[in-house]
């Protein structure tokens, strides 16, 4: 049976040069939910000049930004704006980008607030005591920390370019008006619960739910409450929905916010949890986010050589650890360092280890460049 364009219209947007439109303007796209802004806190700035700093092979920031599709890129030192450049064609302060699965990383801040505010019991809580719809299905049983683990043993291999694959199916309803809900619960065992590291969207997008029907609120609303009312965010961010009613966000994946905004999301991250000296996130849970559940080189077939896994970040061996989206979106934190940086990307494909790898090692040179001290005002 052919497929049409409506079914397909997941792929078309993602699809090089479209995507360095539609990253900046899903809410072109797709419905949307708001994340209301509080009072901005603008950074305090110290620009570095960044145009000595060699990666890899002798590349450049300019190089980098060529070789990996760019589009924004935001560094931070000891919380004051050193460095920025939007070299996408619809990029700049103000836009709002496709963070794709940085928002799970997102969503684990928001379960670890929801945690201390005992609005979520504990890690321990299963799937079925927040959602009893999801009696009698695979994830019933699964834990709130499996979930954040990716140890559910849920699901198979995520994988963009077999057609049917559950992630495709999940894509295709989210933008062409299928039961989202369904089809998560419809995915099977794979493995016993706690067992492996199996890298998961419908993992995140069932935590998501559980927040949701832990704290009474959408996402959309938690998160504005929670963090961009108090971290000094400049600008509203928001949530993109599914089509078919009762709409709802993909927490696994549907944020979008300016990269400004991320590293300030960042930064709470880098100072053990807190915002202009007020707690924000648990200083447990950002160490928990920090230490890796599944080290370095263990994650197997659905992840990375060079990445551990824990609490929804992806960990590093010299102590960084960094949110990832498909296409390249990054939020990189390294507290040894006082760096965070944001590197949004349009890449012409969902997953590309080449590039991948040498964002990381681009990232690192920036951290360590600027940790030595070369930095070289303007």
């Given at each position: 049976?052919?497929?049409?364009?409506?079914?397909?219209q997941?792929d078309?947007?993602?699809?090089?040069?479209?995507?360095?439109?539609?990253f900046?303007?899903?809410?072109?796209?797709?419905?949307?939910?708001?994340?209301?802004?509080?009072?901005?806190?603008?950074?305090p700035?110290?620009?570095?000049?960044?145009?000595?700093?060699?990666?890899?092979?002798?590349?450049?920031?300019?190089?980098?930004?060529?070789?990996?599709?760019?589009?924004a890129?935001?560094?931070?030192r000891?919380?004051?704006?050193?460095?920025?450049?939007?070299?996408?064609?619809?990029?700049?302060?103000?836009?709002?980008?496709?963070?794709?699965?940085?928002?799970?990383?997102?969503?684990?801040?928001?379960?670890?607030?929801?945690?201390?505010?005992k609005?979520?019991?504990g890690?321990?809580?299963?799937?079925?005591?927040?959602?009893?719809?999801?009696?009698?299905t695979?994830?019933?049983?699964?834990?709130v920390?499996?979930?954040?683990?990716?140890?559910?043993?849920?699901?198979?291999?995520?994988?963009?370019?077999?057609?049917?694959?559950?992630?495709?199916?999940?894509e295709?309803?989210?933008?062409?008006?299928?039961?989202?809900v369904?089809?998560?619960?419809?995915?099977?065992r794979?493995?016993?619960?706690?067992?492996?590291?199996?890298?998961?969207?419908?993992?995140?997008?069932?935590?998501g739910?559980?927040?949701?029907?832990?704290?009474?609120?959408?996402?959309?609303?938690?998160?504005?409450?929670?963090?961009?009312?108090r971290?000094?965010?400049?600008?509203?961010?928001?949530?993109?929905?599914?089509?078919?009613?009762?709409?709802?966000?993909?927490?696994?994946?549907?944020?979008?916010?300016?990269?400004?905004?991320?590293?300030?999301?960042?930064?709470?991250?880098?100072?053990?949890?807190?915002?202009?000296?007020?707690?924000?996130?648990?200083?447990?849970?950002v160490?928990?986010?920090?230490?890796?559940?599944?080290?370095?080189?263990?994650?197997?077939?659905?992840?990375?050589?060079?990445?551990?896994?824990?609490?929804?970040?992806?960990?590093?061996?010299d102590?960084?650890?960094?949110?990832?989206?498909?296409?390249?979106?990054?939020?990189?934190?390294?507290?040894?360092?006082?760096?965070?940086?944001?590197?949004?990307s349009?890449?012409p494909?969902?997953?590309?280890?080449a590039?991948?790898k040498?964002t990381?090692?681009?990232?690192?040179?920036?951290?360590?460049?600027?940790?030595?001290?070369?930095?070289?005002?303007?």
């Amino acid at each position: 049976m052919t497929t049409n364009w409506w079914e397909r219209q997941g792929d078309l947007i993602m699809r090089r040069p479209f995507n360095e439109w539609t990253f900046t303007h899903m809410n072109w796209v797709l419905p949307t939910e708001r994340i209301a802004k509080g009072q901005p806190n603008p950074f305090p700035e110290e620009p570095a000049d960044l145009g000595l700093l060699t990666y890899g092979d002798g590349y450049n920031l300019d190089d980098l930004h060529r070789r990996t599709n760019t589009t924004a890129f935001v560094v931070l030192r000891d919380g004051m704006l050193v460095h920025e450049a939007y070299p996408g064609a619809f990029a700049r302060p103000g836009a709002r980008m496709q963070l794709f699965s940085v928002s799970k990383s997102v969503l684990s801040i928001m379960v670890g607030i929801a945690l201390a505010e005992k609005l979520i019991a504990g890690v321990d809580d299963p799937v079925s005591a927040y959602r009893p719809d999801f009696r009698g299905t695979a994830y019933q049983d699964v834990t709130v920390a499996q979930l954040l683990d990716m140890t559910s043993g849920v699901g198979d291999l995520e994988v963009w370019d077999v057609e049917d694959s559950g992630i495709k199916r999940f894509e295709r309803a989210v933008a062409g008006g299928g039961d989202v809900v369904e089809i998560v619960k419809s995915a099977r065992r794979s493995a016993t619960k706690g067992e492996r590291f199996n890298y998961s969207t419908f993992d995140s997008q069932v935590l998501g739910w559980v927040l949701e029907a832990a704290t009474g609120e959408t996402l959309a609303r938690y998160a504005s409450r929670k963090l961009w009312r108090r971290i000094g965010a400049e600008r509203d961010a928001y949530y993109w929905l599914t089509r078919r009613r009762p709409r709802t966000a993909i927490g696994a994946g549907s944020l979008n916010a300016t990269a400004r905004d991320l590293a300030r999301l960042g930064q709470v991250m880098a100072d053990d949890g807190l915002a202009a000296g007020e707690r924000v996130v648990p200083a447990d849970w950002v160490r928990r986010s920090r230490v890796p559940r599944h080290g370095v080189g263990t994650l197997g077939p659905s992840g990375y050589p060079h990445y551990g896994y824990a609490n929804h970040w992806w960990t590093l061996d010299d102590g960084a650890f960094t949110g990832v989206g498909v296409h390249g979106q990054y939020l990189y934190v390294d507290p040894a360092a006082r760096v965070v940086i944001v590197k949004c990307s349009a890449w012409p494909t969902q997953d590309d280890p080449a590039r991948d790898k040498e964002t990381i090692s681009a990232l690192k040179a920036v951290a360590a460049h600027l940790s030595a001290g070369r930095l070289i005002r303007t």
